[in-house]
C-alpha cells in the first residue's frame, strides 16, 4: 500500500479531522507546515513566506504517499494558504478545504502557561491538532502553571531552536495560544497579551501576521523579530540581550 498520508497545514476542522480518521484509521498524518528539510522545488517565489514554502515542498516529496490534504484556508490561517491549495490541486493531489472560524466555546489554557520549556508548549500544542486524545488529556491535567517572566507572541517558527533560547517561565500567545484554546480565527484572542510581561513578538517573514507583530511590539514595548528561514546569530543575540536585559 502506497497511499498511506494525509497530509495537512494550519488547524483544520476538528471534526474533519475525526471523520477522516474513522474512515482511514491506519493513516499517517503529516504536517505540511514543518520543516523537514525536503528540496526545494521552486515553485514559490524566493521572497515568499518559509511556511507556505514547507507545505509546497513538502506536498511534492511525499507525493507518490499522500491520498489526501486537508488545506487550512481561511481566517484560521492565510490567503497563502488558500493559494496553496489552488496550486497543489491543479497538480493533481485532493485537496479537502477546511476553514474553522468558531470564536467559541474556549478551550481552558494550560500548556501555554505551564512551566514547561517554550519548545515543549509549542510542539505539544501542535501535536494537540491531530493527537488530541485522553492520554494527551490526562497529561495536561498534571502540568502546573509558571509564574510568567517573558511572553513569547507568535505563530510555531520555522527554527524551533530558537524558542531554546526562552526560560520556562515563559508563556505563550498569539496564534499558538489560539490553538490551544480551540479557535484558531480568534483575532481577539490573538492580540492578546499580557502588558506587564516582556515579550518577543515573532513573524515569519513575508507573512501578513507582520503587521499584528510589529503594532503589538510597539504598543507593550516589546521585540519584534522576522525570520526569514532559520536564525542568525544577530537574531539570537538580539533576543538574548531583550530577556537579559528586561
Partial sequence: MTKKIIGFWGYPDPEMILKLKLEFPTACWVDLDVDFG???TNILPDAY????KNVINNAVYLKSDI???I???GKDKCDSGWFASQVLRDMGFEVIESAYEKLSPRNEIKICTSNLPLIDKVQIIMDGIIENNEEQKAKLLTLKPSKPLFGFWGVPPNDL???KLF???THVFGWTRCVEAGVPADVKLEMYVDPNLPTVFYSQAFCAKS???KYLADKYNGLYIDIDDYATNSIKAKIEA????R
Fill in 38 to 40: 525536503y528540496p526545494d
Fill in 71 to 73: 488545506a487550512t484556508i
Fill in 49 to 52: 513566506c518559509k511556511i507556505i
Fill in 161 to 163: 531552536d530558537i524558542l
Fill in 167 to 169: 526560560p520556562e517561565e
Fill in 211 to 213: 503587521q499584528l507583530a
Fill in 67 to 69: 491520498f489526501k490534504i
Fill in 242 to 245: 531583550f530577556l537579559r536585559l
